[in-house]
Structure formats: structure tokens, C-alpha cells
């Protein structure tokens, strides 16, 4: 594993416990001690320049990642990609963008203010992925956008950051399906997304998914320092499509659902 891969996923990580406490106390109890292995880490931004999925993919595809699937969700407005490594130590990155064009003129205009203030020459820099935000918006503002979308108000707030890490359950020792991971969470008193059920997939689609839902953190708006929904961990058990080979694609309809682990409780 290059060097370079293995400094950006550690500074991704360490920037993510700044807001995601729990994560440590995730690997504490599953992992016993032992490493864990992520199944992927997820970004969000917008769809328009210089921050678009493509800018953020770019960080990847420089460190040899390869382009996989790409997912479409209608109702939240967003798309999707997802890009893996040869490397099978290295997490796959699936980021998402927010559709603005089909939001109202009122989110159009706030998003396009955001997007304004980014130097597209930042957006090339080896810490944009976990450079936070590049703007100032009202608390007023984030309960604007939070009327119509969940994720640009998730965006307003956070920016540029890993949303999620994954532990990737197939090699987690001592668990043997997400059912068991799931219920040690919950005697630790974990609360877990349970839209569509606490657990999304099946081994008919190959992967099962479950998530924890957001920690709260501080967020100092431009008026006041307000405490919001963060970051999640999210728990992958992959199948295999043939002998000896895990799928490595996303599911649209259980996506749909992890998205969800930003709402408010
Ligand atoms: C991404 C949600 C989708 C997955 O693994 O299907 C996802 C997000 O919340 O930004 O992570
Ligand atoms: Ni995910």
C-alpha cells in the first residue's frame, strides 16, 4: 500500500473522530484490540464546479482507484459512484452529489453562494477531502435547507469530510453475520438506523448493511454554536458472487436508507 493512500486514509480518519467520537468506541467494542478493516469510506458535495463528484473522485483515481458502479436516488436527488483499489487492504470510496438544479430557486441560490467560495485550486489540494467547509452559513440558513434536503443542509454544515467509515464485517473476527454485530452495538448502547429495517440487503443482493446514527456535534454557525447530527459508522457483510469473489458494488435501495443515518433522531 503506497504511502501516500495510507496518509490520506489516516488523516481522513483522525479529522472523522474529531467529530464522530463514537467511532473509536465502535472499534473498542468490535474490534477488541484487534485492527479494523474498513469496507469503505463515503464523501458528499455538490454537483456543481469546482466541487463536483468527479473533483472529489479525482483524489482517488491519482492514487490508483478505479471507477465501479454508479447509483441514482431519485427522491433524495442525488447520484453516486463508487471507486475501488486493486489493493484489497484499501477501503472502496463511494461518493455522492446533490442534484441543485432540481431543488428550488431558494436552495439553488444558498448552494451556489457555498460553491462560490471554493477555490477551485483548493479543490486539488491532497487535504480538500477533509478540508471541512469553505463558508459561513446562519443557523437560519441550515434549517432552510434542512426543509428540503437533509443532505445539502448535512453539506452547509460539515462540507468536505469522510461522512462515514465502514468496518467491513466479512473480516471482523469473531462475528459471522450483521445480525450479531448489530446486537452488540445495541447492548452497548448504540441506537442504529432502522429505516427500512436495521438491516438493508440481503445475500440476494449481495451485501447487507447497517449503521449507527449520526453522533451530535457543535457546529458554530455565522449567529450561534448549535449541536446537529454528524457523522455515522456503518457495518458491510459482502457475498460472494462467485467462488472466492466478493461483490464489490453498492445497492441503490439499501443507499437510500444509509443516507438517512444523518437525520435527526
Ligand atoms: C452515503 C449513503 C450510502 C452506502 O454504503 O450505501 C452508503 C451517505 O450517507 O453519504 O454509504
Ligand atoms: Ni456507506
Redesign the pocket.
Known amino acids: 500500500m503506497s504511502q501516500q493512500v495510507e496518509q490520506l486514509f489516516e488523516n481522513l480518519w483522525q479529522d472523522y473522530l474529531s467529530r464522530t467520537p463514537s467511532a473509536e468506541k465502535v472499534h473498542k467494542i468490535l474490534g477488541e484490540g484487534h485492527p479494523i478493516i474498513n469496507d ?1 469510506v ?1 464523501f ?1 458535495t455538490f454537483d456543481i464546479a469546482p466541487v463536483g463528484l468527479e473533483v472529489l473522485a479525482q483524489h482517488f483515481l491519482d492514487l490508483g482507484y478505479k471507477e465501479g458502479g454508479d447509483y441514482h436516488f431519485e427522491a433524495k436527488k442525488l447520484r453516486a459512484k463508487h471507486f475501488e483499489h486493486d489493493d484489497p487492504e484499501l477501503p472502496k470510496v ?1 461518493i ?1 452529489e446533490l442534484m441543485t438544479s432540481e431543488f428550488s430557486d431558494e436552495l439553488q441560490a444558498k448552494v451556489k453562494e457555498m460553491v462560490a467560495q471554493v477555490s477551485e485550486a483548493d479543490t486539488k489540494k491532497s487535504d480538500f477531502l477533509y478540508s471541512g467547509t469553505h463558508w459561513k452559513v446562519s443557523h437560519e440558513d441550515y434549517l432552510a435547507l434542512l426543509e428540503e434536503s437533509e443532505y445539502a443542509a448535512w453539506m452547509s454544515a460539515f462540507g468536505y469530510c469522510a ?2 467509515f ?1 468496518v467491513s464485517v466479512n473480516q471482523l473476527p469473531g462475528y459471522e453475520s450483521l445480525e450479531q454485530v448489530n446486537q452488540r452495538l445495541k447492548d452497548n448502547g448504540f441506537t442504529l438506523n432502522s429505516s427500512g429495517g436495521e438491516i438493508k440487503g440481503s445475500p440476494e443482493v449481495y451485501l447487507e ?1 447497517s449503521s449507527t446514527m449520526a453522533d451530535r456535534h457543535d457546529v458554530e454557525f455565522s449567529d450561534k454554536t448549535v449541536s446537529i447530527p454528524s457523522c455515522f459508522y ?1 457495518f ?1 457483510k459482502r457475498y460472494e458472487i462467485e467462488p472466492g469473489k466478493l461483490y464489490t458494488g ?2 441503490a435501495a ?2 437510500d436508507k ?2 438517512e ?2 437525520n435527526a433522531k
Open positions: 469503505h463515503a458528499r463511494f455522492s461522512n462515514h465502514t448493511q456503518e458491510a453498492f445497492v439499501s443507499a444509509i443516507f443515518s444523518t
